[in-house]
């Protein structure tokens, strides 16, 4: 992949996405198929609720609730399932804020997860130091010698020992519950000239355009999620937003760009069709992963009815006669040369 590559593809179209008949169905048919540095000093004194393990609360957000998504394998196996998502929606980019050939020498990664981009990015930029941070120390201990890793929660002050250059981030909406002030820092841990990128879905913004979404179990799903978002803290239906906050930070030369992003194999244009069942194939455990903690820590739900209605939504995710959509974002700024 040269670094020409990775600056604007052509977004997905925003119009209507045609419903596939049987006729037009291809390869995918019914089916959802589904160098080196260590990292040091881990923290894995893991929470175990559900079934599922979650990071050590020394290490949760700034809210009481703690960490909402878990980190077990079976998360770690989603969150590289959606790096190559992302791949596929921004047609094999990592980023699509114009950085100048030589122009990062130092950037850092934001709840870098598994830490699969940032090892890409240090791939791509050798000449850049990286720094991925994340709750849990999840990642590869083999990783290229310019990029490191550290336990860290980015919703407390930083201190880091020097600005960067471009700051990443994707996916974090639901772990940050002071997006103006995770903003705000960004902007603050950045050279003059340098950019802030984020990469959110609209999570609690699903539709359809011909009310299959609207009357369906991930619609109710959709609405127990938002109202425990907004009690505890942890909003999931901010990803609008952003831009505001990207603005009122400073910066400058702020760019949204817009995807529509189906959900199943139901899309008759084989482009939309491959993304869908790459959402579809993991919206079951996605739809878990978010909804387990907030729907019976928050609301108070009993596990069983927080499960059958998760149990519910994965199926209607997954329905070809549902026909989900969401808007994926992308959203970066500048920071002025002259502050």
Known sequence: MTTAALHHPTPLTTDPIEVATDDD??????????ST??????ITSY???HGRRYPSQRWSSASSLGAILPNDETEQDRLDLIHHLYLLILKGSLYLAPLKPGSVHRALDLGTGTGIWAVD???LHPEAAVIGTDLSPIQSSWVPPNLQFEVDNFEEEWGFS?????IHGRSLMGSVTDWPKLVGQAYENLNPGGFFELLEIHNTGSYSSDGTYEASACAEYSKALEEAGRISGHRLDLTPALEGY?????????TVKKFVIPCGVWPKDAHY???GAIVASQVADAVEGYGLVLLTKVLGWEE????????RAAEAYKDRKVHTLNDQYVVYGQKPLEE
Request: aromatic fraction near 14%; charge should be neutral; glycine fraction near 6%.
């Open 25 to 34: 169905d291809s390869c995918y048919g019914d089916s959802l198929a589904s």
């Open 37 to 42: 540095t260590s990292i040091t000093s881990s």
């Open 47 to 49: 929470v175990f609720s």
């Open 121 to 123: 990015f240090a791939d």
């Open 162 to 166: 020097g600005r960067f250059d471009y």
């Open 246 to 254: 990207f603005r009122d930070a400073g910066f400058v030369n702020v």
């Open 273 to 275: 069709k491959r993304i």
């Open 304 to 311: 069983d009815k927080a499960r059958d209605l998760i149990r």
